[in-house]
């Protein structure tokens, strides 16, 4: 099946900062979504994107499907932005697989 | 307010027991899907389905079982064969097929 990998594993910043998540993915996919679990554990949907460039706020999302990666930028990082963030890709059915997720703290 | 909704939040069984977690949504998606979360890892299909009445195996099918009577519920059994049912279980949906998914805010199952 398919792999997704996500990099770096874990992210320590100070308020802020700037970062770049990465999500790589081992064959062609027919979409792609970026999620951020909080620490109750809910999975909150930040972007769905196959393709091209997309922004909400703070929070943009590129992926370049031919090149099989996506990239999540947080810009001025606030304390809120801390939590878990996940890749997860649609390949042949309609079933997503995920990554290993990103930890990501932000400390004040 | 449309959304997902899971029950119990936390839920506790001895070893031995069947336990059913409870889906619901009222965003009239077609598809609804069962996750597992393990501590550090991402989340791994257990069951999805499609339409009423039908539904088909994830990647980690084995001890549960699942039924799609309503459009709107899509309930979980953990069994007694799930040799390591402790776990974070995820439910969500999507409009059909390759869509976005939707989660609920997950039921916390320890079993001793």
């Known amino acids: 099946g398919i792999q997704v990998e996500q990099s770096p594993p874990d992210l320590i910043l100070q308020e802020g900062a700037n970062s770049t998540l990465r999500c790589n993915f081992s064959?062609?996919?027919?979409?792609l979504q970026w999620f951020h679990q909080n620490p109750w554990g809910q999975l909150i949907n930040l972007f769905y994107i196959p393709s091209g460039t997309k922004q909400n706020g703070r929070l943009s999302a590129t992926t370049v499907a031919t090149e099989r990666y996506s990239l999540l930028y947080i810009s001025s990082s606030q304390t809120t932005d801390s939590g878990v963030y996940f890749c997860?890709?649609?390949?042949?059915?309609?079933?997503?697989?995920f990554g290993k997720g990103t930890m990501l703290l932000v400390s004040p | 307010d449309g959304g997902i909704t899971q029950s119990p939040k936390y839920l506790f069984r001895k070893e031995g027991q069947n336990v059913t977690l409870s889906c619901e949504q009222n965003l009239n998606h077609d598809a609804m899907y069962w996750y597992r979360q393990d501590p550090g890892q991402g989340l791994r299909l257990i069951y999805y389905s499609q339409i009423v009445n039908d539904f088909q195996k994830g990647d980690i099918a084995e001890g549960y079982s699942v039924s799609r009577e309503k459009k709107e519920s899509f309930p979980l059994t953990v069994t007694s064969a799930q040799k390591n049912p402790t776990a974070f279980y995820l439910c969500?949906?999507?409009?059909?097929?390759?869509?976005?998914?939707?989660f609920g805010p997950g039921t916390r199952l320890t079993v001793t």
């Open positions: 997860a890709v649609f390949s042949g059915y309609s079933t997503l697989t």
């Open positions: 969500a949906s999507s409009i059909e097929g390759i869509y976005e998914q939707y």
């Open positions: 064959d062609s996919v027919n979409n």
